[in-house]
Every structure is written in structure tokens, then in C-alpha cells.
């Protein structure tokens, strides 16, 4: 009985970080309150209360498996000693969370605004930002190196004007990219 509780618990709380994702999509942050999310569901405003206090708690539920995803890869990333090796690494890593991020969470990215507009959440997600920088480029990057970075980590415009290909096409297609932007750097043609 225990275990049958804990999991319509857990099945609750999925439903609505599910229900709140939808709503903030179809909606937008600030329009979506917890009594929208509870009238959609069915379900009284207390019972999202329970599980949630805060949007600003949901939308931390939303993005923390993404933060997860990418302090892992990060992790990951230190461990490679070969810079070339680590460098593509990153990439690969970052478009697979980047297309997975988007499919999910769209439009909320690092730079929409109920993000930026929250000091910890904001903070955490430049925290991650800076990190990958450094892995990719070193502790003192290149104006030019910056500048690579940060075009390649905001690829939320490209995904907005591809949402005809497929998952592995936009991998494939973003993972070219942002090959492209740090090799002709690294080669000096960029």
C-alpha cells in the first residue's frame, strides 16, 4: 500500500510538471497560475500546492534534469585530456541536450526571460555556461574563441526555423555547425 501511494504520488507530481510544461508553452510563464494548471488537471489548487509551492519551483523541477544532463557531460568533459577530443565532446553532448531541451521545454532556454529573470536559476545556468567555455577553450579564451561559444551554445533560433527535421536531422545539422564554427577557428579561416 506504502509503494502504491509513493508511486500515484510520484504520478501526480509528473502529471503536473506535465500540465505546467504545456501550459507555460501554450501560454507563456506568467500568464500559466497554479490555479490554471489545477482547473486544467482537474484537480483543486491545493493539490498542486502540495507538491509545488511556486511556479518558480516547477519551473526548477522542469529544467533540473537538463542542469543534471549537462553537469554530467561537463563532468565528463574534464576527464578528457585530448583538447580536440574534449572540444567535440562538447559539441556532441551540447546538441543532443540542446535538441532534447527544445522538444521538451521549448521556448524556455537559458535566454528566455522567466529564466534570466530568476537570480538562482540564471546563476546556475551561466555557472554551467562558463564551465563549458573553459573546458572547450581553456581558462583565458580568445575574443574570437568567446564569441564561437556563445554563437554555438544559443542554437535556439536554428531550432525554432527547423522544426520540419527530424530529431537526428537537426542533431546532424546542428552538430556540422557548431563543427564548423570551432574547426574554421581553430584553423584561423573563421
Known amino acids: 500500500m506504502v509503494s502504491t501511494r ?4 510520484e ?16 501560454h507563456g510563464f506568467d500568464a500559466t497560475s ?17 507538491y509545488f509551492k511556486t511556479k518558480i519551483a ?3 523541477a522542469l529544467l533540473a534534469p537538463t542542469v543534471d544532463a549537462l553537469t554530467e557531460r561537463l563532468d565528463a568533459a574534464e576527464r578528457i585530456t585530448d583538447r580536440a ?7 556532441t553532448t551540447w546538441v543532443e541536450q540542446v535538441v532534447t531541451a527544445y522538444r521538451t521545454l521549448a521556448p524556455m532556454s537559458r535566454q528566455d526571460p522567466i529564466v534570466r529573470r530568476h537570480e538562482r536559476i540564471s546563476r546556475d545556468l551561466d555557472a554551467l555556461s562558463e ?3 573553459h573546458l572547450m577553450f581553456g581558462p583565458a579564451p580568445t575574443v574570437d574563441e568567446q564569441a564561437a561559444y556563445w554563437l554555438i551554445s544559443d542554437l535556439g533560433v536554428v531550432n525554432r526555423r527547423l522544426t520540419h ?4 536531422d537537426l542533431r546532424a545539422t546542428l552538430t556540422r555547425l557548431c563543427r564548423r564554427v570551432v574547426g574554421d577557428l581553430r584553423s584561423g579561416t573563421a
Not at 501526480?12 to 500540465?19: E, H, N
Request: glycine share 2%.
Open 165 to 168: 527535421l527530424s530529431d537526428d
Open 6 to 9: 509513493a508511486a500515484q504520488a
Open 58 to 60: 516547477i519551473l526548477e
Open 85 to 91: 577530443e574534449r572540444i567535440d565532446h562538447l559539441i
Open 34 to 50: 497554479l490555479q490554471h494548471i489545477a482547473d486544467t488537471m482537474g484537480v483543486t489548487k491545493a493539490n498542486v500546492y502540495y
Open 11 to 26: 504520478r501526480t507530481r509528473q502529471a503536473v510538471l506535465d500540465t505546467a510544461r504545456d501550459l507555460f508553452l501554450e
Open 131 to 133: 564551465r563549458a567555455l
